[in-house]
């Protein structure tokens, strides 16, 4: 077919020949600027850091369709393999930082390699001191720089990377803060070991160090996430830890009580930003093989927490199916383990409010016999367990597009054969698309789909791709010489029009070679996306009849402009997703049940609780006691609604504390639908920019595994970059990092 000599003419092979690397990263260089560098090494053995290895440094700027070997630009250094390469946030994305892996006990310090042209040049500093971890850079200045050194020491950097200056001793973790501000947990005695987790200084320094606050003692871990500062205190050896939270850097905290958890228990924050965030916390008395807990979401000031969904599925790993749908604002999945044992897929389009089962696709059908037929998604649980290969993938740019594998039925499946399925709006109603497990990836803002299908043993040499959003697909013959499949790649933001695919093929010595295959589409679909291929979008529209409220979701209707499924065009890099937003009136759906108040069975009207004495409760804020008079209801966070219901909510002084430095707030804790619990949650979070890994599938003999009832189950990191290894797969569209990815737990 004419497009098939199109694509060949468009498509390019690279074979690294002679390099005998076991381990591959690769990283996207700025934004638009089609450079691509890859890293090579091999891997070493446990004593490398007195013998060293060798690693080869390649480079492209046509977006993968050639690689030039530029390891001469580092000196032909060894580069270490678990720091990778480190690409600045943002719009610096043409910063670049690469690690040397020197012998620890012949020289003082690393060496680094630091790039302000994508690769194009490189510039080596001897370090005062050796790396213990990657380099972190500051949120919106580049040029700051903080590390942590192999002793246990701070250092940071104004002027990136050139030199270097101590901020203190001991230090167990750190983490940017808002501004200038930069946070960091030290030990008392300037050094730090296992056992010494809990007797830790919480400082913070808004000068670069020249001068600490100490903000609290006796910590064991602290985060930040959004706007919130966490951290745990253990203020008795014998008692568990009690959390602390901050909204304003430190200078003020406060303290949450939970109900009483045993050290087998652990919170993890799900998802946070400035407006909420979304916690889970362990079931209570929950034994080796139940792994579940309750999900909760907080007011827009990080205090109250109420029940969002109960029975939350964490698997044996502690990590959680809970899924941002980024397409569509307000949309989050996630699995949840029903009494009877089978994990069910559920999904909430108003950010944890009310939760519901995903439709059945009308294009799939059910077993005779079943007599609840749903969508269930496979999550994280089924990717740690090699039964789906990569997660949901959706993208901001792309409105409405959702691809996931799933089975239909009663429960999530157990088949090793999961089907992909697609939404085009945002997860309301659902079509099976392919047959069998993919690796998928969004390309031209949605405008165009590619997939290659998993053959666990056999090798790859064919892409399908789509323009309908996985209505119709076709397939393209990439190579004559299949290879086996590590990994499929495209620019981050899905502004691209080409991918590569990434593998190995075996020589004729026996040792395997790398490949990368690059498919550039721009040359098939050469014409640019007009008005006529455009629709407007109601968003969340599910009442037709009723056009006030039909689309409104968190007071909000939002109407998109999005291309046709039936239009073949190009929306191009300069594509700008544009959308009116109209605010709705309030109704009580835009209004959680407070404190002592719970949501009636059938109706939208929260209600008193029997036995809630009275309708205030009292509460410190800002080192002043409030009582509160309540009306039984509290706005959802995020919510825009305007006018309409609006239930009266008033606060009066009623005293003062002697150290507003520590604010106490009280756990509530209510029975029933409105279930409030003030909590804080200690999150430690490590986005490394620029870099996602494919690591080889293997089974974990030793791990604490959960006996579910999949139906019939066999048990068995916004980044701009993909590392394989021989044997393994995975895809990327540059944000296998999720958003709603488990931080740090605390136990």
Known sequence: PTEHRILDDN????????????????????????????????????????????????????????????????????IKEELGISVGPGSSEKLVILTADIPIVDNPGG???????????????????HLDQSITYHFFNPDYLVALSIDDSLWLSLDFGARWTKVHEGVHSFSWGAGTNLF???????????????????????????????????????????????????????SPRVMYFSSDQGETFSQALLPSASTEQFYSILDGDEDMLFMHVDNPGGTAH??????????????????????????????????????????????????????????????GGTWRPLKKPQNVNCAGNVKQCNLHIHGEHSRRNQIVPMLALSEPTAIGLVIAHGSVGDSLSSSQHPDVFVSSDGGYNWRGTLRG???????????????????????????KFSTDEGQCWKSYNFTEQPFFFAGLASEPGTKAMNVSVWGFRPEED???????????????????????????????????????????????????????????????????VTKKQIPCPC???????????????????????????????????????????????????????????????????????????????????SVGAAVVVLVAIVSSVLVVKG????????????????????????????????????????????TAYQHDSDVDLLE
């Open 437 to 463: 497990p993919h690796h998928y990836s969004i390309l031209d803002s949605g405008g165009l789909i590619v997939a290659v299908e998993v053959h666990r043993e056999g090798q790859v040499k064919t892409i």
């Open 184 to 238: 960091f947990s030290c030990s008392r005695v300037d050094a730090v070991e296992a056992e010494e987790r809990g007797d830790l200084v919480l400082k913070r320094t808004k000068d670069f160090g020249k001068t600490f606050t100490i903000i609290h003692e006796d910590v064991f871990s602290f985060g930040y996430i959004g706007a919130f500062l966490f951290f745990s205190v253990m203020e008795d050896p014998r």
């Open 510 to 576: 026996g040792q395997p070679m790398w490949v990368a295959v690059t498919i550039d589409f721009q040359s098939l679909i050469t014409r640019e996306c007009n008005k006529k291929d455009y629709e407007e979008w109601l968003a969340h529209s599910t009442d037709k009849r009723n056009s006030e409220r039909n689309g409104c979701v968190l007071g909000m209707k939002e109407t998109y402009r999005r291309l046709k499924k039936q239009s073949v065009c190009r929306n191009g890099r300069n594509f700008v």
């Open 290 to 351: 139940t792994f579940f807990g309750t999900m909760y979401t907080s007011d827009d000031r990080g205090i109250l927490f109420s029940k969002s969904l109960e029975r939350h599925l964490f698997d044996g790993h502690r990590k959680s199916d809970f899924t941002n749908i980024t397409s569509l604002r307000g949309a989050y999945l996630t699995n949840k383990l029903d009494i009877d044992g089978r994990i069910r897929s559920v999904i909430s389009f108003n950010r």
């Open 111 to 129: 060496i680094i390699f630091t790039s302000t042209d994508a690769g194009a040049t490189f510039k080596s500093t001897q370090l005062p001191f």
């Open 587 to 669: 109704t009580r759906e835009d209004y959680l049940c407070d404190y002592g108040y719970y949501r009636h069975v059938n109706t939208s009207e929260c209600v008193r609780q029997p036995n809630t004495p009275n309708k205030t409760f009292e509460m410190c804020l800002n080192g002043e006691e409030d009582e509160l008079l309540t009306a039984g209801y509290r706005k959802v966070p995020s919510d825009k609604c305007q006018g309409g219901f609006t239930p009266q909510v008033k606060s009066t002084s009623v005293g003062h504390f002697d150290t507003p430095k520590e604010r106490l707030v009280l756990t509530l804790v």
């Open 691 to 734: 870099r996602v890994t494919f690591y080889p599938l293997s089974d974990c003999g030793f791990c604490r595994m959960p006996a579910y009832r999949f139906s019939n189950l066999r048990i068995q990191d916004d980044n701009n970059s993909i590392a394989a290894e021989f044997g393994s797969a995975a895809s990327s569209n540059g």
């Open 11 to 78: 498509t390019q092979e690279t074979g690294f020949n002679g390099d005998d690397g076991s381990h591959v990263i690769l990283t996207w260089v700025g934004d638009g600027t089609g450079v691509i560098l890859v890293l090579s090494t091999i891997s070493a053995p446990l004593d490398s850091y007195l013998a060293g290895g060798s690693s080869r440094l390649y480079r492209s700027t046509d977006y993968g369709k050639s690689f030039h070997d530029i390891s001469h630009r580092i000196n032909h250094t060894f």
